[in-house]
């Protein structure tokens, strides 16, 4: 299948830290698991050509997971038009878009993520799949699906713990009992999304932020680390505690607040 797409670099988006499965090919293409299958994807100036285990409905899919269907082009004049300082990120972060990733997997990867580095998170993450996820042959190679909540949810501590998670083991635990009896985070105002998911033992702001963000379409909500904390204070002046820098993200970045700070990380870490 081959997709015309405009302003986009699947590489810098699939590894830009929000996907934990993508795997660069020697030939320069990428392959992840979304869903429900397989996709291969390689880059040609302007051009997709994607290969996959499932092609039922696969323009669609994605169109969806590379949020390749929202105007960017009018967000980001509304954002330079709010604050003109923004323009020269803005102009370096064309080709970036936010993933639009499974709920589920979000929540399970980002407690995973919690003080932990994008490769052991990988490797947890990949483990648990082989072992609890759907098997799909793909190119003559073995991969699997993100687990359901059904084949996770009478996990116990000592069955994450073979993975490595560490301390988050019963945080997951504590996740999966509460799945079933949370809310329908799609309902909820992101304030009330947010509570919600922070009812779970070890989900703090940080970490229900970016399950917000790539899981839910929020783009209002603003994941404040330590890095963002010095960012922020570094060029906007502002005091360094996270109620001031929340505050000034509201007044000035406003529904696009998640957006802008992965502007930030984005031309920081390729750009810069």
């Known amino acids: 299948m081959k997709i015309e797409v405009k302003n986009v670099n ?15 090919e020697d030939d320069g293409s990428i392959t992840n698991i ?12 302007d051009t997709l050509y994607i290969k996959s285990s499932n092609y039922h409905n696969l323009k669609e899919i994605i169109l969806e997971y590379f949020d390749l269907n929202r105007d960017y082009d009018s967000i980001n004049e509304q954002l330079i038009d709010n604050n003109i300082n923004l323009k020269k990120m803005i102009d370096k972060c064309k ?55 059904q084949q996770l949810k009478d996990l116990k501590e000592e ?26 985070i799609n309902k909820l105002n992101t304030e009330e999304a947010l509570k919600e998911l922070m009812n779970v033992k070890g989900i703090g702001l940080k970490v229900a932020s970016c399950i917000l963000l790539f899981g839910y379409k929020r783009l209002d909500v603003f994941p ?39 502007y930030m990380f984005h031309s920081q870490r390729n750009m810069d």
């Not at 699947?10 to 660069?24: D, H, N, P, V």
């Not at 979304?34 to 100036?45: A, E, M, P, T």
């Not at 580095?117 to 947890?124: E, G, L, T």
């Open 10 to 24: 699947m590489e810098s988006i699939l590894f830009s830290g929000a996907c934990f499965r993508a795997i660069k």
């Open 34 to 45: 979304i869903k429900d299958r397989v996709v291969n994807i390689k880059q040609d100036g």
């Open 95 to 149: 080709d970036y878009k936010i993933l639009n990733q499974d709920p589920f997997e979000m929540c399970i990867s980002y407690i995973i993520s919690q003080n932990n580095n994008v490769k052991r998170i990988s490797k947890s993450i990949d483990e648990i799949c082989k072992k609890y996820g759907d098997k799909i042959i793909f190119n003559e190679k073995e991969y699997y699906l993100f687990p359901t909540y």
């Open 159 to 184: 069955d994450f713990r073979e993975f490595g998670v560490g301390f988050r083991d019963r945080y997951l635990v504590d996740f999966l009992k509460k799945y079933e009896s949370m809310k329908d």
């Open 224 to 262: 404040i680390d330590t890095w963002v904390k010095h960012y922020m204070v570094e060029n906007y002046k502002i005091r360094d505690d996270i109620k001031s820098i929340e505050q000034f993200a509201k007044d000035n970045f406003k529904e696009y607040s998640g957006l802008v700070i992965q």
